[in-house]
């Protein structure tokens, strides 16, 4: 931190005059230090976080927040940021080189550079106290998801598939139940974890309700479990207060409305009224999905105590998808190995990018679940040389101390800002190999002692992953404040989306989707049925996740949240909205990290349908050609979307792309919500 200060001191100390090179692309370098040993810590913080590090983290996160805001507030610095911004329509720079003084000075700009001093206090104190909220919030969910299990034996298991029986014995292993059996023990134990890829199975194929119900209910009151040391519901109301005093110091009239600010979107209204125009659509589909799970039961002669709940709602779901389309998933997943998912990930990326894997056996790891690349292509000179372009690291599997879910991050990030005349007191000569990205994929897959089998939800989340890691590889920016994933949040979704669209296509899948044990190709007939299939449940999940993005943007729009229950707020604007009965929103608040551990995707969920509507748009581009791979279409999707980072506004790069404004239409006939004609 004092190196990264004495970096920003050197811009304001010298003498000469104010230029892009001194100011901007000396600021762009300033840190590398910082940079280096932060992204280390926040990587561990969320792949390997032990208690000894959690403690660490707590101490440190409003020391790192308090630092971030000194680092606007240096006096004179902020003078030359806004010297060379007003002037910098008649410095000739080059279009990128425009975008970064731009950036930067709305960088200063909304972290309080521009106030009085008083303001900027308060605002530090603010944004020290936010750091250590949202902490306190993603430890606690980190803490409910360690220590929960449902401890099960082979009879309570009924219904479950051989891959979750494998799963859910390999989990209870990890957590020693089996470790010591005698002949006093009513046999192996399974557990079921918080993690979902566990219990979302189990509540797809237990036949047991009652034990579905306890999995359902723990796993939505994850952060709300009755202990009043992680009441995640009270720290997220004291979020929610933090936030939106810092958008009254900015002279927003809420939270959301700064946010929206600095997006696509623009404002809270605009986001609404793209996630209403899909609500109500999927609202009619999710009300006659249910439906058609009554007539199931009305005839099959069973009678369900309150009608369908939520932890019904994925078991008869998965019953009337084997009754209509002769599809039953379960007979998909012994087809898809993480190892031959993996490899379709390779192969989709070497056919798009030209890009190659190769596996490093020899270099240390933190965990012996990660796997770590090296990514080449070939050079354009013809040479038939390679250059590196990136490390990649995968770390797949859950485990304690792992957060939840699935996420991409980086170690470094890429650059070509790395040596200059002008230079600053901690630099010294820099190798061009510190411009080279090292991207990392992070998972939460149960792990099996066999072969580890994927659903197909969790194989697209491969890709989705895999998507954002590209978004780092290909970045091609000269200054990092411009590269890789530092791009507005409602377009950053769009590289990841987008790849999810070649798992789905029948060349990459009929090729990859081999049996593990006898490495069968998976049968056309298999997936003639999946494809059938494909639109089934999107209400229900459009709702799950429409839900949630309509709540994000209702709560940070609250002027006022004194004597403000968060549970209440929740069931009325549930009811203002109709939800369906028997759907819950994917996360309710006491664990909903999107919005509560980051202020990245705050009054800001919305992003993922936002970009919904722009990767159906883009991948309509390639199909139109008659070919997934097509060269050219393939090199723009490289240019405009993979590599240019936040180079040019990306309402520009999208039209640089597809030569026009996004059309929601490939969206919505996606979703099975209009008429595929």
């Keep these: 931190m004092e190196a990264h200060m004495e970096d920003l001191q050197a811009i304001v100390d010298n003498d000469a005059s104010a230029s892009f090179e001194n100011v901007f692309a000396t600021y762009d370098r300033a840190g590398s230090l910082m940079n280096k040993v932060t992204a280390v810590f926040s990587n561990m913080c969320s792949s390997l976080n032990t208690d000894e590090l959690q403690s660490v983290q707590r101490e440190m996160a409003p020391i790192l927040s308090r630092h971030q805001s000194e680092t606007y ?17 008649s410095l000739q720079l080059t279009q990128e080189q425009k975008r970064l003084v731009e950036r930067i000075y709305l960088d200063f700009t909304r972290s309080g550079a521009a106030l009085d001093k008083e303001k900027q206090s308060e605002l530090t104190d603010l944004n020290a106290e936010l750091a250590t909220l949202t902490t306190s919030f993603t430890q606690n969910v980190m803490k409910d998801e360690e220590e929960y299990e449902l401890v099960l034996t082979k009879d309570d298991m009924v219904g479950c598939p051989d891959f979750l029986l494998e799963a859910a014995r390999t989990a209870a292993s990890e957590r020693n139940h089996n470790s010591k059996l005698d002949d006093n023990d009513d046999g192996e134990k399974y557990v079921i974890t918080l993690s979902r890829s566990l219990v979302e199975p189990f509540l797809t194929y237990s036949d047991r309700r009652d034990l579905r119900k306890v999995a359902w209910n723990a796993w939505i009151r994850r952060g709300e479990m009755n202990l009043p040391e992680r009441d995640n519901l ?17 002279g927003y009239e809420s939270f959301a409305h ?6 696509m979107a623009g404002t809270p209204e605009k986001v609404m009224e793209l996630l209403e125009n899909v609500w109500n659509r999927a609202k009619k589909t999710a009300n006659q999905e249910r439906k058609e799970m009554e007539l199931f039961l009305d005839e099959s002669n069973v009678e369900l105590e309150e009608g369908i709940q939520p932890y019904d709602w994925r078991y008869y779901a998965e019953k009337v998808r084997k009754a209509k389309y002769d599809f039953d998933e379960s007979l998909l997943k012994p087809y898809l190995s993480l190892k031959n998912v993996r490899e379709a990930l390779f192969a989709v990326s070497g056919n798009l990018f030209g890009l190659k894997y190769k596996k490093r056996n020899d270099i240390p790891l933190y965990h012996p679940d990660v796997d770590i690349y090296e990514v080449t292509e070939e050079t354009s000179d013809g040479t038939g040389e390679e250059r590196l372009v990136s490390i990649f690291l995968h770390d797949n599997f859950a485990r304690p101390f792992k957060a ?18 002008s230079s600053l007191p901690t630099s010294t000569s820099v190798s061009s190999i510190e411009g080279i990205p090292i991207v990392s994929n992070n998972n ?20 989705h992953e895999f998507g954002h890691a590209h978004h780092g590889m290909l970045s091609d920016a000269t200054y990092g404040r411009l590269a890789s994933t530092n791009v507005l949040t409602d377009f950053v979704e769009l590289p990841s989306q987008l790849m999810e669209h070649w798992f789905e296509q029948r060349d990459v899948i009929k090729k990859y989707a081999q049996h593990y044990k006898t490495s069968e190709q998976v049968p056309d007939d298999l997936l003639d049925k999946l494809d059938a299939a494909k639109s089934f449940q999107q209400g229900f999940q459009t709702i799950e996740y429409s839900a949630c993005a309509l709540l994000d943007m209702a709560l940070h729009q609250i002027s006022d949240y004194n004597d403000f229950d968060l549970q209440e707020f929740e069931q009325n604007e549930l009811n203002r909205l109709g939800m369906p009965q028997g759907i819950v929103m994917r996360h309710r608040p006491a664990h909903f990290q999107h919005l509560f551990s980051t202020n990245a995707y705050a009054a800001g969920y919305y992003v993922y349908q936002w970009a919904e509507v722009l990767d159906a748009d883009a991948f309509a581009a390639f199909k139109e050609t008659g070919d ?26 999208f039209r640089k792309f597809r030569g026009r404004d996004p059309d929601i239409n490939f969206m919505l006939r996606k979703k099975g919500l209009i008429d595929s004609k």
Aim: charged share 25%.
């Design 234 to 250: 009270k720290i997220a109301i004291q979020i929610l207060k933090t936030r939106q005093k810092i958008a009254k110091i900015h």
């Design 444 to 463: 939460n897959f149960a792990k099996s002692d066999q072969v580890t089998l994927l659903s197909y939800d969790d194989a697209r989340t491969l890709f």
């Design 404 to 421: 939840s879910g699935a996420w991409m991050s980086e170690y470094r990030s890429q650059t070509k800002n790395l040596n200059s005349t």
């Design 73 to 89: 507030q240096i006096p004179g610095l902020f003078t030359k940021i806004e010297e060379i911004h007003q002037k910098r329509e």
């Design 628 to 653: 997934i791979f097509d060269p050219d279409t393939a090199l723009r999707a490289r240019k405009y979307i993979y590599s240019a980072g936040n180079t040019i506004p990306p309402d520009e790069l």
């Design 258 to 263: 700064y946010q929206c600010a600095d997006r």
